[in-house]
């Protein structure tokens, strides 16, 4: 492990999309605020990386905490909506976000709901100068509000530890995510704030596993996420033209 460096390392956080989040802050565990679309889809999330991660490490999921011993990363937590339920299973866990007031609300609700998560207010580029490494890492709707989203990616997958797991999340740079995610969730739905998103930094396919092989990642599948307005649900499908998730490995 190297020594942490007395020189702050360049950042991929965006002053404005952290302003943006800051506002917001407060509305974290608010299911029917600015975050609903988060815990309405927020099942579906937790469904896939817990299964990715049972493939990858091999654990029994009729155990109580089954992902014991294992350490897990979420980049640009928010306010711990992913954090605590992997808490729950067990690991870790430790939460990032470069919002400082997004960390504090987050490790207020953890203490309140009795779990001990680390939380700090850092971008993966300083973990990365501390020499640190996860055996789960998550990136999930983070990285279509970063600066430079292949330094990112690179920096999500040098924190990946050998034979470790990372799971990404985001919206597809397509007409129809921009017809569904940026004019209906902002404009019609009201689901999300006017401006919450920048369809222009919307991710491709091609492009995240394109950033995650960079880092040294392989990748082992991608799953897309539709809702059904009439059922008011989200499901996963093959679908990856809106939202997607993606898994990818590091060799061990």
Not at 195 to 217: C, I, N, Q, Y
């Amino acid at each position: 492990m190297t020594a942490p460096s007395s020189e702050r390392p360049a950042s991929s956080a965006l002053d404005n999309e952290v302003a943006k989040f800051a506002a917001m802050a407060d509305t974290w565990w608010d299911p029917d605020g600015p975050f609903k679309p988060l815990h309405t889809f927020n099942p579906k999330r937790l469904a896939y990386i817990r299964d990715r991660a049972v493939e990858r490490f091999g654990r029994d999921m009729e155990q109580r905490h089954p992902f014991a011993g294992l350490s897990l990363l979420d980049i640009g937590c928010g306010g711990g909506l992913l954090c605590e339920p992997m808490a729950r299973l067990g690991f870790e866990v430790t939460g990032i976000d470069a919002t400082e007031k997004n960390t504090k609300i987050a490790a207020v609700h953890a203490e309140q709901s009795g779990l001990d998560i680390t939380y700090r207010n850092a971008t993966p580029e300083v973990l990365v100068a501390e020499g640190k490494t996860f055996d789960v890492v998550l990136t999930m709707e983070v990285v279509e509000h970063v600066a430079d989203v292949d330094a990112f990616l690179h920096s999500c997958g040098t924190l990946v530890a050998p034979g470790g797991l990372l799971v990404g999340a985001t919206l597809n740079r397509t007409m129809k995510a921009f017809a569904l995610a940026k004019v209906g969730a902002e404009y019609v739905l009201r689901w999300l704030p006017k401006g919450t998103h920048d369809w222009k930094k919307f991710v491709r396919p091609s492009e995240f596993a394109a950033g995650l092989r960079v880092g040294g990642l392989t990748i082992d599948g991608m799953v897309g996420m539709t809702f059904n307005p009439l059922a008011g649900e989200w499901s996963l499908s093959r679908d990856l033209d809106v939202n997607y998730m993606i898994a990818a490995h590091k060799a061990g």
